[in-house]
């Protein structure tokens, strides 16, 4: 392989991609990490149902109360540093560096390269909280941000600009940076795809022994409790909206018989293939979205106006009060809301990152970051405007079920809900329905095909086999997770989640500057080469 520069490449060590791998039962797998990364799975899962659910979710919830309250401040500027440090990277001569080479060319189009990475990155949240967010926020349902009046048109502008700043460029630098990272020392320099490559320029060769191994397992833990508890969660969204929309009790057996379906369908998903599986589920997720936002736009279109508006001034006017932790007197909606999304998104970023690393080649580094920061903020900006400008007005105008109680009920109900008070609203129910579905099948399969890449040492191409098993091994998670304790041995597993996100936002820092050297590398190659021709 020809790199650029030899530096901080696989040719300047003796490691060579899946050395350290074993092959049994037709699988190929890392011993260290695949070892421990299962074993403590199962010893996280053995402990937390030995305990009662209730009692678990307070123990757990006291440790993430305290982690969010004594860290918050690690959480919010390491987002912000993360932000500026991707623009900065995106608009300076490094930008041009392009993502496998000079000659490198992308392996999908645009159009299916951000549908894949916005399928893998959020799209699920914004179906269960494009509605309920927005309303919360307005309505003061677990404090409002920087203490803005309820039920008032200035509330309304900060819900929905807070709304958009929690799903905006924050996130996306935080997801972005991560990717960007991995898909760099993979395509640039050779190394295997997993967090530990992001450090040989800080650690050196000591990445593929202990150090590594711990980065690795940390990674693949976070990302399969995430994994698990999205699905869990989304499991229990879809069985409420079925219950909704055709009258069918809403219990334990509906939601993992939806479990048991997205599980089935990503398995399919992931024998077909990248381009059969995760790019057609990715195009068809966008193409039902759209239809879905349309839709209510069209059935809204003064209010969707007046929405995207508002919540654009919200968001440009409230950017910088939001990205503060001194002086803020809104420290339970602070808490609660922002540092928990922060943390949110960092436990999720190296599963995103993974996922986009592998899709990304070709890319010069401008167009990835400005394509991952700009083209998701302005497609969730119009999602959460238009689905929560049309809640608020709901609830404004005391109309339909948001209306009569004034705010959210049922925060796995919200959307169905508002869908109500439209004549035909049992068929834009059937379709967010479908929506929820086909996103979850989406992460799913993109999530096991990430976790697996993690436990193979870092291998692009891996037997299909392994990346089935960790299909199955997330949802019975979630499943057993869902038949113990219900959604609060779930949300337990999300806290455990949001715990290990604090020790991996010092990891994302530390991984930008690692990128930032690896970087310097080729520059450093340009001028030499310059200098040497004249």
């Known amino acids: 392989m020809s790199f650029k520069s030899k530096k901080y490449s696989i040719d300047s060590t003796d490691y060579q991609v899946g050395q350290d791998n074993i092959s049994k039962w037709g699988m190929d797998v890392h011993n260290t990490v695949f070892v421990a990364s299962v074993g403590l799975s199962i010893l996280f899962i053995v402990t937390l149902l030995a305990l009662p659910p209730a009692d678990a979710k307070a123990a757990i919830d006291s440790i993430k109360g305290a982690v969010l309250s004594n860290f918050d401040f690690l959480f919010m500027w390491g987002a912000n540093i993360l932000l500026v440090f991707a623009i900065i990277l995106a608009f300076s001569p490094l930008g041009k560096i392009r993502l496998g080479g000079d000659h490198a060319t992308p392996d999908y189009s645009k159009a299916s390269w951000i549908a894949m990475l916005f399928a893998a990155g959020m799209g699920i949240g914004l179906i269960f909280w494009g509605v309920a967010e927005p309303t919360a926020f307005f309505t003061n349902w677990f404090g409002t941000p920087l203490n803005a009046e309820p039920y008032t048109e200035a509330g309304r502008e900060l819900a929905l600009g807070a709304t958009v700043f929690h799903w905006g460029l924050h996130a996306w630098a935080i997801y972005g940076m991560t990717a960007l990272c991995l898909a760099y020392f993979v395509y640039n320099k050779g190394l295997p795809l997993s967090m530990r490559s992001v450090f040989y320029p800080l650690l050196g060769d000591r990445v593929w022994g202990k150090v590594g191994d711990v980065i690795d397992v940390l990674t693949v833990l976070v990302t399969l409790f995430g994994l698990a508890t999205s699905l869990g969660l989304g499991g229990t969204q879809a069985a409420s909206g079925i219950s909704h929309v055709f009258g069918m009790e809403n219990n334990i057996y509906l939601q993992q018989s939806i479990i048991i379906l997205i599980m089935g369908l990503a398995i399919i998903s992931v024998i077909r293939g990248m381009d059969g599986g995760v790019k057609f589920l990715s195009n068809l997720n966008m193409v039902i979205a759209f239809v879905f936002l349309g839709l209510i736009a069209v059935l809204n279109f003064t209010t969707v106006l007046d929405s995207l508006a508002t919540a654009v001034t919200g968001y440009v006017k409230n950017i910088l009060p939001l990205s503060q932790t001194s002086g803020r007197d809104d420290t339970t909606w602070l808490h609660g809301w922002t540092v928990f999304y922060w943390a949110w998104w960092v436990a999720y970023a190296p599963f995103f990152g993974m996922f986009v690393a592998r899709i990304s080649k070709g890319r010069t580094v401008r167009e990835f970051l400005l394509c991952v920061l700009l083209i998701p903020t302005l497609v969730t900006t119009a999602w959460m405007s238009i689905f929560g400008g049309v809640a608020i007005e709901q609830v404004m105008d005391k109309v339909g079920k948001l209306g009569l109680d004034q705010g959210i009920a049922d925060v796995s109900l919200s959307l169905f809900y508002m869908l109500d008070a439209y004549p035909f609203g049992d068929v834009l129910s059937v379709i967010a329905v479908a ?100």
């Open 435 to 534: 929506l929820i579905i086909v996103f979850f099948v989406t992460t799913l399969d993109s999530g096991s095909i990430v976790i697996d890449g993690m436990t193979a040492g870092g291998k692009l191409e891996v037997p299909v086999k392994q990346k089935v098993v960790w299909a199955v091994i997330s949802g019975a998670i979630a499943m057993v997770m869902l038949w113990i304790g219900g959604t609060q041995s779930i949300q337990a597993l999300q806290s455990i989640t949001i715990i290990a996100a604090m020790p991996f936002t010092i990891i994302l820092l530390l991984g930008s500057v690692s990128l930032f050297k690896g970087l310097l590398t080729e520059v450093d190659k340009l001028q030499v080469s310059a200098n040497q021709s004249r």
